[in-house]
């Protein structure tokens, strides 16, 4: 028997008996289901499914292989990892430390089955904490004029060294379109607000001045349009009038650092997949 | 001793001392202070209080004038009630009948110290349900044609029977800046989405196409702006990719009840001071 | 095709290629999954499975008994249902009307896939209401003298029925472990604190005394035990030094609703399975 | 004006005009109410308040030695500070390092107005972590036979150094009442339940056998009586059939940090009071 499991993410057109084939494939070739989850979005006609099995006999490269080609025939696209796998993730911040703190903690206490590769930030601020963690800290700094030439450094970092994942723990920068489409990879972000409510800058004081008695944050996969790629993962926690903006951010950190860390260990997790502007969560 | 507490809701510029001379005034009378609450809003420089008193043997009618000529050389605006007073209240409702039903129980409950005065439906559908609760229903249609008369009915039957708030229990019309200028009374809607995100019409169909992982419902003052009022009261339930938009309006209901009630319940005992698009709410 | 799904609840020993076998057995019949959920408990080396699926062409009779037999062949017990069975239910209540009304309004609503056959109360006092919602309302009082007669009236009205659900909706007589042995139906009872916290008699009140800042409300399976029953669902709400006993009650009361509806909305519809003394929930 | 805020707890038995007498006091000398809060328990017949005031020109240190010669007046106990004293603490710790660090970051960050003078705990591990962010680290390791003098080496610790506050962050030993009885100062513990439920070890090992829907974590000040003294805080989070213990260990740390912290910090900002097992909490 293998040592590890395989967990594949499949998503394609909704046919009949799709459950069932997929399971009859592994069974035949002396795989077994650990967890299965499937999902039609019926306004679109798509089937979505996760899929975690402990493989037969044969070598798991090759049941990869095998479990890519048996996707294709379904008309299905498919993503499929070991659970030994960990992915390559570099980790953007700015100033604000709370959810680089919370990331890097959850991280060495096992939380977050990835490989944080370094930290990259715009700031020298957090050299000291991110060589206590023994991880790499990059300072590439942003200016206006230097933002084009910054991005191009952070990118050949990233493709160099195979990342797989970037996570912005409230880092400052808007990313460029450009940039996105270069990188290719997925970018989560955490927004300060319950979007689409007070998208854009400073939610907190949006917030206090609309008088709202809920505040949030969002998790969300960044796209060319600012805070409106798919949402992952949201929280909120009660205010009252005698919040003044300041308590509203010091709560907020608090949701933040849950919602960024839950986001991202679900990601790596295998477990999110993106469609039409939403997410599909097998938790 | 006077049979019932007294409660008294101010605000005004703030300036020093209000707390001692509010106590102090209620004490020198033979008062004693049960509730003392108080906030100030730095931003705008405003004092809000509440004060909830046991006064001593005058007669409270006389106690209340007195109070309110006091507030006066304060400079503050009051609103003044006996612990005995039950707000007249009317509700309107269209056909959702989850919020009018909830409403109703509590009220025959005894969670709402107010007395329902009557509903009033632009629909004849909840007639035999407000006889078994014994409260009369009045059915005023509403076409585009006949809205403005339909708004008439409804102003003079809330003015001939010295109603003092309105609730909008999912009432299904938009009511007319000019009603309620005419109205001068305070008016409270349910909204079923997290304001601001989602205002205006369907709002489940648009946390649906927006992939929220959460849905709210939103207490709030009607203005003139639509579902732009002070928010008085607003709750969230999780939602994931497997909820539909009838699963969302079936979990939306139960926010809605919730939220609705309580914002009345609040208002009915003197707990809500609105100013700057914002509530104060002392609960 | 059939006009209905079919929900099947297995359990039984844990053995390799379950999931895959009963996926294959559907397909190969011309049956469609819809839904498949499963669970492993490692501590007891037992598999759950709720599948729900469209069957083929055959007879839907006819099916449920072959996957009877399917079942029997994978040593795994079964319950299987339609998607358009509406399991019959009788509802206990003494003279706490809030979980009544609740549960009787989502019914009518259509948010509770059962048919209420009737009502048992040892009290009048609800019959005018349940005369309302047009459900049959029998009175069967108890005394400590009558009680193991009454405990026979109301069981062999059970029987007579073909009741396949009891609800207690803060139902205030403890039922006998001889009643519940010749019932052999489930029982569903609302307790009012986050158990196992505040077991027996007036929690709120022991919940006041502790100072505990949540208060609950559980839901969970009637066994002769009491109070120690599994665990179907549980809801908490914050309360602080505030709080009289008297709002934990009225606090408690909206726990109570909710939690309650929220379990035989999941028994109904076929997603509890019971074992060890605690639940599946398959939601 | 002075240049910092004093805070004022009192408590003891309930009369009339306490509210006007305290505002009355301040106003007389100069000074102006921020904020003041009160609670009556009726079931004890004792008043309680905080105030928080801006004093007129006299120094602090006299208007404090005033203002408790005038609780006594009242008959009333107080405890009175500076809106800028900080609070000496000692955070004890054994291996478990979440809430050590959760402490230590919101600390650093400002959100604690305390002076965290030290750690001390039975093992060395988290010296390294300690070090880095610049808080002595005492080692006292214990042992059925050293306990006594273990405790014995921290009692005089912490009054060399004029400790005010002791927090157990998940400190694995047991305090002895002889212990408590001699240090005289309070004691925050979090326990990793909803407590009265599961007090004792491995409470999530219990919450996982009894099968809840729902886990928690409690703030307490320690008292002889094992997890049972004075509730501080609680929090809960969701749980299902699919969570391991493992998942609910995880699952707790989150609310253990969030319930300490809070904890902490309502206690270092002079807003509990503890009276009959219970804790009044001006938030």
């Not at 100033?95 to 680089?100: D, G, N, P, W």
């Not at 969300?220 to 409106?228: F, I, M, N, S």
Request: hydrophobic content about 45%.
């Amino acid at each position: 028997m293998s040592s590890t499991t395989l967990t594949a993410l499949l998503h394609g057109p909704d046919q009949k008996g799709l459950v069932a084939r997929t399971a009859a494939w592994i069974f035949e070739r002396g795989g077994n289901i650990i967890h299965a989850d499937q999902h039609r979005d019926e306004d679109y006609g798509v089937f979505f499914q996760r899929v975690e099995w402990m493989p037969g006999d044969a070598e798991t490269a090759q049941e990869m292989a095998a479990f890519r080609a048996f996707a294709t025939t379904l008309g299905m696209e498919v993503r499929i990892a070991r659970g030994s796998d960990r992915p390559r993730v570099v980790i953007f911040v700015s100033k604000q430390e709370h959810c680089f703190h919370d990331l890097l903690l959850r991280w060495k206490a096992g939380e977050l089955p990835c490989d944080i590769r370094c930290i990259i930030s715009n700031h020298n601020d957090l050299r000291r904490d991110a060589d206590h963690y023994g991880v790499p800290y990059y300072v590439i700094p942003v200016t206006a004029a230097t933002k084009s030439a910054a991005e191009a450094t952070a990118l050949s970092m990233i493709k160099a060294d195979g990342i797989e994942l970037v996570v912005l723990a409230r880092y400052m920068q808007v990313l460029s379109g450009d940039f996105l489409e270069q990188l290719g990879r997925p970018v989560i972000n955490i927004h300060h607000s319950f979007l689409p409510a007070f998208a854009g800058a400073k939610p907190y004081h949006q917030a206090h001045k609309r008088g709202v008695k809920i505040i949030g944050a969002t998790a969300h996969y960044v796209t060319p349009v600012l805070d409106d790629g798919p949402i992952i993962q949201q929280a909120v926690a009660p205010v009252s009038h005698r919040q003044s903006v300041d308590d509203l951010i010091r709560k907020g950190r608090d949701l933040e650092k849950t919602v960024l860390a839950q986001a991202v260990r679900w990601h790596v997790e295998n477990r999110v997949l993106a469609y039409a502007n939403k997410t599909v969560v097998f938790d």
